[in-house]
């Protein structure tokens, strides 16, 4: 077997037979938050508009409405955390794009994390000799340079089977930091002092966007969330989303079937790195202060921890994984010292136990499926909806028009 | 890696960075050329030491070019022999083990608490030869046994659940990676932050003289030792049944199942062989790095272990070797060279995407067995 | 002396039913082929006899033992020995390495060198190519070494998974006067082929498998002689 082979693992005869009874175990019990993601497909479109509404009104009302029990306070300032929660989301939607959606493993996410917080810092701090930008001009630029690096890193390594490029990633996360200390230019430990911010100032002349005052960076970086969901949700149902999830199912098959897998995984790659560039652009900005001791390797882990923990491939499971790694630590304070030793553990038995994570992603290859799957069974008899709608693929739908033709 | 004094010219150019790029192409046949110190003096002085963040010192590395080979050598050695368990794993399993860096460490613990126990310290100790030698046989005996249980361990309780339910690549990789940080911070909770105290297992002496340079003790002891152990491990897989077994496992599991092969008990003893020359390693490590026992030291190792394996071919247990010694070799040039120890790190990095790019097979191609018909 | 019995034995592939309620025996001594379309169930019944497959019902016995739950490699000891579909050659392996592969659960030093003299009898090209790679042989060849290296466990019951394919046809015939001379010496074999004509002409008994379940059974000849099969497999009619 040659090292450009496909995703297979000790091939045995028992695969195929495992293969589908996995499936078939996968549909009985999908998740704990099955009945709720079935409930929500089965409405109509206007009331998940309405209830989308409500939601993000609350999101963005969190920061106002301090809740006991759920505030990380008085441990932790709760705007704070807020923000850091947010930023620790959007990583894990851009890391989704790369993980979930493409079955790319990437183990030194941080690292564009690290380029983007740098490409902030050095284009907006006082210390830095360079040019100096306007600081939300850099969220784009940071979005370009940490892409730049995807494409370099990924070109090399995607044409081999994904192992190769979990271990060059994981690789180049630790090189990032290694460079972050020996390149002078990049200052090492000394860093980067007062990045640079938002502008705008309130009524009584003080700065909005302070490093100590989480809410506004909690709302910028929520605002840049629910763009960056759009897109991905368009991505995700177009040619580009299929392309992915053929890649992710069987790379081998869908190369025969004349998708250019290579270019397709470049694609997830660079995109997934230049959302890890966004966020730490957004992280250089909120905290203020850049230096080579912010971006270890474990940071890379804990942000696959917080996609797999919401469920590889789905973008909702993704923000709630992100939010909920920042959030653990913060506000159970008291476990904060063996955070990474749990999210460890966490990782291994969530891969062992429960592999969809707490919101199983839906593979739907025809993208509106689920739509002419519903629309049938309400026209016929009273099946309850869900369940076959959201399975893989063709047969199911087919299923479904026979359905309607029989009522 | 090893701590060492930072170097840093000023400050930074970006002309620089394309230099850099061309160096990297290049960087195979300027190791070629340095084979030749003599030629390197005619070279001319490559780049401007000043305005730039990288620079290469050629005289540096002209002068110490021997004492950068045998050194580079030692490390490879280390390397070879963590690279194995990795290339061995990836033949049957097909996976990256990425605990085997933690496989690797807890061997080195192994080794400290033997010897912390042997009443061994940060100065050599005042022991004769052969207790000396009776010790360190003793550590390096609890450092396998340590690994090998580590490895054991992470597989049944880690691998094997998953192989039962034949679960996607995906799910091996990130729950390899999960295994490697639940033991490396059941580590960090146990010891703490910083390295464990240094100790010094024997003070190394000259033994003799190589081009004006000396080579001693310790290193005759590691690449000897471990080159022992390469050929054991060698004519172990290519001659004995077991040995068979794994090549079987490797090239065909369903067919070697056929033959009456246990595949379960394959993939066992190929972890636990694995864990067993990784705590050798540990000891070598420990040997010449005696403050390098922490719960993170066994990262950067890993990485460049598996480098190791992917340049001399995965899969191929002489590639190992070979990829550990050339590894050695170009990250000490790299670090002479450049002027810092933690170069090490990134050429090694370098050098890994690199052989991907351009033979992602290996110099000696992938064959446990996989070699193509 | 009824050697291997299969009853009630249905597999599935997940929700997708393989084999469907299969039930058959092959006697101590014979030659017993199954003949089938492409997707009959024909490899699925010899990995489910081999036990790389588990079946969802049903019992397998072998030599008097049930062997319905008996993992693969030690129904290889106890006398199962399978040269699989495709041939399974071990392509980073000697011919040497390979016969030595068959004779991995053998500990009877002796017994293993008067196996691998038969084996040498009955291929004389094996012998030639002892140091060459599997890898780099030809598929005749392959098909030997398949054979050979079944034979080395010294089975009593050999299974052959569509040994013609892929073969060009004065290599066939030499390939099934072989398995009736290894019949011959005493090895029951329990055959699978898409080349009908010749199965059917080497075996003792036969059965013609449709969609999982077994449509015709018989002799060998009775079967030849049916005109539905002469029509469907024999391409006559």
């Not at chain 2, 020359?277 to 993170?296: H, R, T």
Request: charged residues 15%; contains cysteine; proline residues 5%.
């Amino acid at each position: 077997m040659s090292t450009t082979d496909g995703p297979t693992l000790l091939p045995s005869a028992g695969a195929q037979q495992d293969a589908v009874d996995r499936e078939s175990l996968g549909k009985q019990k999908k998740g704990w938050f099955n009945g709720l993601g079935t409930r929500w497909n089965g409405l109509p479109r206007q009331k998940q508009w309405l209830y989308l509404l409500v939601i993000v009104a609350v999101a963005y009302l969190l920061p106002i409405l301090n809740i006991p029990g759920l505030t990380t306070e008085p441990g932790n300032n709760w705007p704070l955390a807020l923000a850091q929660m947010s930023i620790y989301a959007l990583v894990a939607v851009g890391l989704n794009i790369v993980v979930g959606y493409a079955g790319l493993l990437d183990l030194g996410y941080v690292a564009f994390f690290a380029v983007g917080s740098y490409t902030a810092s050095m284009l907006t701090s006082p210390d830095s000799p360079y040019v100096h930008i306007p600081y939300l001009w850099t969220l784009p630029v940071a979005m370009a340079v940490a892409m730049f690096f995807g494409v370099m890193l990924g070109i090399p390594t995607l044409r081999l089977r994904g192992d190769y490029l979990a271990i060059v990633t994981l690789g180049f996360g630790e090189i990032v930091r290694i460079l972050a200390t020996i390149i002078p230019a990049m200052k090492g430990q000394v860093g980067f002092q007062n990045v640079g911010h938002p502008p705008g100032t309130d009524s009584s002349g003080n700065a909005i966007f302070l490093n100590s005052n989480g809410a506004p960076w909690y709302w910028l970086t929520l605002t840049v969330i629910i763009v960056v969901l759009l897109l991905a949700g368009n991505l995700e149902r177009s040619r580009v989303g299929r392309a992915w999830i053929a890649i992710r199912e069987d790379e081998d098959a869908a190369e025969i079937m004349g998708v250019p897998t290579f270019k397709y995984k470049v694609w997830a790659f660079a995109l997934g790195a230049s959302v890890g560039g966004l966020s730490g652009a957004l992280f250089a900005g909120q905290v203020g202060f850049v230096n080579n001791q912010k971006f270890d390797v474990v940071t890379s882990v804990l942000f696959l921890c917080a996609v797999v923990l919401g469920g590889t491939g789905n973008k909702v499971g993704a923000i709630v994984g992100g939010a909920l790694v920042a959030y653990i630590p913060l506000r159970f304070t008291a476990i904060a010292e063996y955070k990474y030793l749990i999210f460890g553990i966490a990782l291994v038995i969530i891969m062992i136990f429960r592999p969809a994570g707490i919101f199983p992603a839906r593979q739907r290859l025809l993208a509106y499926g689920t739509q002419v799957y519903n629309k049938f069974t309400h026209r016929g008899s009273d099946t309850p909806p869900g369940g076959q709608g959201e399975a893989v693929g063709g047969a199911h739908v087919a299923g479904a028009e026979e359905k309607g033709a029989q009522a | 890696m090893l701590g060492g004094q930072q170097h840093g010219p000023p400050s930074i150019s970006f002309a620089t960075v394309t230099f850099t790029v061309s160096f990297t192409k290049h960087q195979e046949e300027q190791m070629l050329s340095a084979a030749v110190p003599s030629l390197i003096h005619a070279l001319p002085m490559v780049v401007p030491m000043d305005d730039s963040w990288i620079s290469f010192d050629v005289n540096a590395l002209a002068q110490n070019f021997w004492s950068a080979t045998f050194d580079g050598l030692t490390f490879g050695a280390i390397y070879a022999l963590v690279a194995l368990g990795y290339t061995l794993v990836y033949g049957v399993l097909n996976l990256i083990n990425f605990a085997h860096s933690e496989v690797f460490i807890m061997g080195c613990y192994g080794v400290f608490f033997t010897l912390s126990a042997l009443n061994f310290g940060p100065s050599a100790p005042h022991l004769s030869f052969w207790a000396i030698v009776g010790n360190l046989v003793l550590a390096l005996v609890v450092a396998m046994i340590v690994s090998a249980l580590t490895a054991l361990i992470v597989e049944r309780v880690a691998y094997k659940p998953l192989r039962k339910r034949n679960a996607p690549r995906l799910v091996f990789l990130i729950t390899a990676i999960g295994v490697s940080f639940t033991i490396q911070y059941l580590l960090y909770v146990w010891r703490g932050p910083s390295p464990e105290p240094a100790l010094t297992m024997f003070r190394p002496t000259p033994i003799f003289e190589v081009f004006g340079t000396i080579i001693d003790s310790q290193q005759i002891v590691i690449v000897v030792a471990a080159l022992v152990m390469m050929v054991v491990i060698d004519q172990f897989i290519s001659r004995s049944r077991t040995g068979r077994g794994i090549r079987a496992v490797a090239q065909d599991p369903d067919t070697a199942t056929l033959m009456g092969v246990n595949k379960e008990r394959i993939i066992i003893t190929t972890f636990v062989i694995g864990g067993l020359l990784a705590g050798a390693a540990a000891l070598f490590y420990v040997m010449k790095i005696p403050s390098g026992v922490q719960y993170n030291g066994g990262f950067i190792l890993g990485i460049k272990a598996f480098a190791a394996a992917v340049l001399g071919g995965i899969g191929n247990v002489r590639g190992a070797l070979l990829g550990g010694l050339l590894l050695g070799l170009i990250g000490n040039y790299g670090q002479v060279l450049l002027g810092s120890s933690q170069w090490t790190d990134v050429v090694a990095f370098v050098v890994l995407v690199l052989v991907l790019v351009l033979r992602p097979q290996g110099v000696l191609g992938s064959s446990l067995g996989r070699s193509k018909a | 002396m009824t050697l291997l019995e299969l009853k009630n034995v249905s597999v599935h592939y997940g929700r997708i039913q393989a084999i469907n309620d299969m039930s058959f025996t092959v006697e101590e001594g014979e030659i017993v082929s199954l003949i089938g379309a492409n997707g009959a169930g024909k490899t699925t019944t010899m990995k489910t006899i081999s036990g790389l497959l588990n079946p969802s019902a049903g019992s397998i016995t072998f030599n008097g033992v049930d062997i319905t739950k008996m993992k693969a490699h030690i129904r290889v000891v106890q006398g199962i020995s399978q040269a699989p579909e495709g041939r399974g050659i071990f392509p980073g392996m000697t011919v040497m390495e390979n016969l030595d592969m068959g004779a991995y659960g053998r500990k009877d030093r002796s017994g293993m060198a008067k196996d691998i003299e038969r084996v040498f009898d009955l291929f004389p090209r094996l012998k030639e190519r002892q140091k060459q790679y599997g890898g780099t042989m030809s598929g005749g060849e392959q098909q030997m070494l398949a054979i050979g290296r079944a034979l080395m466990s010294n089975p009593k019951l050999l299974l052959l998974d569509e040994p013609s394919m892929g073969l060009a046809p004065q290599f066939i015939r030499q390939i099934f006067k072989i398995i009736t001379e290894i019949n011959n010496q005493g090895t029951t074999v329990l055959l699978v082929e898409q080349n009908a004509n010749q199965a059917l002409a080497r075996a003792h008994r036969a059965f013609v498998l449709e969609t999982g379940a077994i449509t015709h059974s018989g002799t060998g000849k009775e079967l030849l002689a049916n005109p539905a099969i002469k029509e469907a497999y024999l391409g006559v009619g």
